[in-house]
Every structure is written in structure tokens, then in C-alpha cells.
């Protein structure tokens, strides 16, 4: 079966730090991968979307990158984080476009101070 | 520009009675619809969904109603128990890759 693993659960960086936060996904090949981001009192965000390796669409221009290094593991970054960087931030995988359910990690709780 | 709306932040339902979570839409290019059910500090959990050639999905005690000229789905919980307390959220696919998202509706069932 497949599973979906994020790291790390929770993080407290202070403006102006680098981020990096993994997601790599077992059990399945070529999936596309998202990220997503819920800040407080908000839905969910899409951040960046891939259906393959080197094939990365953003979707919110914001002080953010993805990268895909492997074709089972995304990537989150920022070279300086923003006090509004703050939030909870999912990854996700499915199969195709069609209609298949993204599923999606348990979350990396991100707090900049 | 939100195209997937939940209007009702909240809602508090007795145990027992229907729990029934709203949401609207506005691209009338979505066809397929899903319900996602998401407890504090973990992701969201995939519940239901249903396609736009239909009307309504039943899987137990979930049932989704979709009324596309309304540009309006529904998720119906009954009978709600007190585990069923949770962060619902809807989600709007236009056969491309990604959901839309609405902003949940925060479910209480109370005993």
C-alpha cells in the first residue's frame, strides 16, 4: 500500500532562516505530488503541484520553491522566511488527473518568530 | 478568488441527528467533488466524493448530494457520533491536477 511521509512534524525558524521540508512518498511510482498550506483561520492553500520530475507548476507567486529530486520526493523551500510564512503545510499524491482523491501527509507545523 | 465556498464556519449537531455540511461553487468547469475530514495537527483525510454525472454518492453513513445547477454539494452524516467531530472540508476538481479548496466548517457533535 502507499504511504506518505513529511518531515519534520513541527519547526520554529526565525525570519530570515532557510527552510527545507521533505515528503516522499512509497508504494507507488510517478505520482503527481502537491503542497499545500493552511494559515490560521484559512482554507487550504495550493502552493505548487508536480507530475513529474523537472515538471513543477506554482501556483502563488510568495517567497517559496519546490523542487523534485526524485520522482517519489518533493521538496519545500525559502531561502528567507516571513513572519506569514507561518502555517500548517501538507503534502499530497495521487495518481493522473482524473478521479482519484489526493491523499495527504500529516502536516508540518511551521512557526516563524 | 475562492471558487469553492463553505459558508458556515460552524456547526454543532446532537449525537444521534444529521449532520449536514453545505458547500457552493463557482466554476461550472468542476466535475468532480470531494468531502476531506481533517482533526487538529494531522492532514486531511479523504471521506467522499462524487462526479458530476451524478447526483448522489452513499457510502454508510455519508452521503453526498450534488445539485449542479444550484452549483451546490452537500454531505449528510447520519447518525452523527461524537468521533465524527472534526474539520470538514469540500474540494472541486476541473479535470485538471489540482483541488480547490473551501475553507472547512468545523463539526461538533455533541452527546
Known amino acids: 500500500s502507499q504511504t506518505i511521509h513529511q518531515w519534520p512534524a513541527t519547526l520554529v525558524q526565525p525570519v530570515g532562516s532557510p527552510l527545507s521540508l521533505e515528503c516522499t512518498v512509497e508504494g507507488t511510482s510517478n505520482p503527481n505530488l502537491y503542497w499545500y498550506r493552511q494559515a490560521a483561520g484559512r482554507g487550504l492553500q495550493l502552493l505548487f503541484y508536480s507530475i513529474g520530475i523537472d515538471q513543477i507548476s506554482s501556483e502563488v507567486p510568495q517567497n517559496l520553491s519546490a523542487s523534485r529530486p526524485q520522482d517519489r520526493q518533493f521538496i519545500l523551500s525559502s531561502k528567507k522566511l516571513l513572519l506569514s510564512d507561518s502555517g500548517f503545510y501538507l503534502c499530497a499524491w495521487t495518481l493522473g488527473p482524473g478521479n482519484s482523491p489526493l491523499h495527504f501527509g500529516n502536516g508540518t507545523r511551521l512557526t516563524v518568530t | 478568488d475562492q471558487q469553492v465556498k463553505q459558508n458556515s464556519p460552524s456547526l454543532s449537531v446532537q449525537e444521534g441527528r444529521i449532520s449536514i455540511l453545505n458547500c457552493d461553487y463557482t466554476?461550472?468547469?468542476?466535475?468532480?467533488f470531494l468531502w476531506y475530514k481533517k482533526y487538529p495537527a494531522e492532514g486531511p483525510t479523504f471521506l467522499i466524493s462524487i462526479s458530476s454525472i451524478k447526483d448522489k454518492n452513499e457510502d454508510g453513513r455519508f452521503t453526498v448530494f450534488l445539485n449542479k445547477s444550484a452549483k451546490h454539494l452537500s454531505l449528510h452524516i447520519v447518525p452523527s457520533q461524537p468521533g465524527d467531530s472534526a474539520v470538514y472540508f469540500c474540494a472541486a476538481r476541473n479535470s485538471g491536477y489540482a483541488l480547490n479548496f473551501g475553507k472547512g466548517t468545523s463539526l461538533l457533535v455533541t452527546p
Open positions: 466554476n461550472s468547469m468542476f466535475d468532480y
